[in-house]
């Protein structure tokens, strides 16, 4: 038990110095984290490399040149961004947010950068013309953008229905398809992607005219948001501002990004999407077995240590086992994952990495489910045996690890098994704080290519490849322990 306890503390080390990796001071020079949409092109998207570029991306790093300080991008999403910034897990939001009066009161933007307006869009042999036409259909939005929340104000008044997504392009398909009639988005992004190929119809003029800003929390990270503004005035002076902008929308550009999404390119078919995003797949799973890998040994520790709390015969120990499994187990993943990367830093202050808060996650969620099959293997076990040791003169703990564990793990096997395969698949939920795992990285791959089938069939198939594994593992050493 005392072992048990020391590896435990030693594991929880070993994961705040991995985690410390993730701190953001550098010697001389400061290293910002910024966080910005996974897909919002032109302002942000990834290229035909995988590589993170855009108007946002491009005017934050030329700005980080001249004013000597480093960014760190994260492609979260839009809403994901925001709640960060708002935890303090984020320095800054660059994601094509727009300077509303609402949002001034819990940030600080920076001088205004682009110019925006809110429209509707239509499939292109859409008969909706205008907001009227609503009445009683579907309307796609995405979660917290300022498009969207336009959309809820006119729901009312035009009485229309709402369904929401977190990113750009599963809202647009969503109006493609024929399942929503119309979607809000800003004029440049809508513009954009129309030239570029989505088969959309703008129907309505920009409304609610404005401008997009750089945010950070208010009254923190001034000094940042002071050489974002002095950067922004050398770059506009110096004429990088307008290279950056037209590098996206130029005529040239927007024609090569329309042939890249037409469906000729080689990325759209299998070998072709298989060789151009292995690289970026493998990273992606890289990070989903590293997770799977620390989550299960945290699981495993945490939940050994609270199943063995739940069988001594004390009533203090078992109440606290109940409790804890209890609570981690009736916690939906999802929930524990917003709870521990979004909630206890806005409460503590304290910034947590998205991989150590994802580690943590798993350990307590899966580590309660082991408790239960741990306490439960260790009950099934014939109270006699028990009774026999004990009366042969055994002390509890002797009888305990010599008779009662060798046969109560017997039965726990195929449960460790079973929770270490669940413990894979559930890495997967964890794209919600933004973790680069397959399924964030495949979120990513399909806002560039649109090709939903064909990427999610390769990443089922890479799942399904390394859980294979797992079992072929855990099989041959459930044998060697019979
Ligand atoms: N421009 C919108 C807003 O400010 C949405 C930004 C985005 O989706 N990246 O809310």
Redesign the pocket.
Known sequence: MKRSVTLFISFVCTLLFLGSFNSNVNADTKTYNIGT?VT?PP?EFANDKNQYVGIDIDLMKAIAKEEGFKVNIKPVG?NAAVQSLQSGQLDGVM????I?DERKQKFDFSKPYYR?GFVMAVATDSKVSNLKDLKGKRVAI?T?????NYALSLKKKYGFKTVTFDD?DNMYNDVVHGNSVACF??EP?MQYAISTGTKLRIATKPAQLGH?GFAVMKGQNQELLQKFNEGFDKIKANGEYDRIVQRYISKKTIEAQKAANTKANSEHTWIGLIQKNTPTLLKGLTQTIYITILGIIGATIFGVIVGLLGVIPNKLSQGISTTIIYIFRGLPLLVLALFIYNGIPTLTGTKISAVLAGIITLTLNEGAYTAAFVRGGIQAVDKGQMEAARSLGLPFGKAMTKIILPQGLKIMVPSFINQFIITLKDTSILSIIGILELTQTGKIIIARNLEGFKVWAIIGAMYLIVITILTWISNYVQKKLK
């Open positions: 949409d919002y302002f839009f994601a094509g947010m727009a509303t925006t995405k917290g953008t300022a498009a969207g750009s988005d800003d992004v997009y």
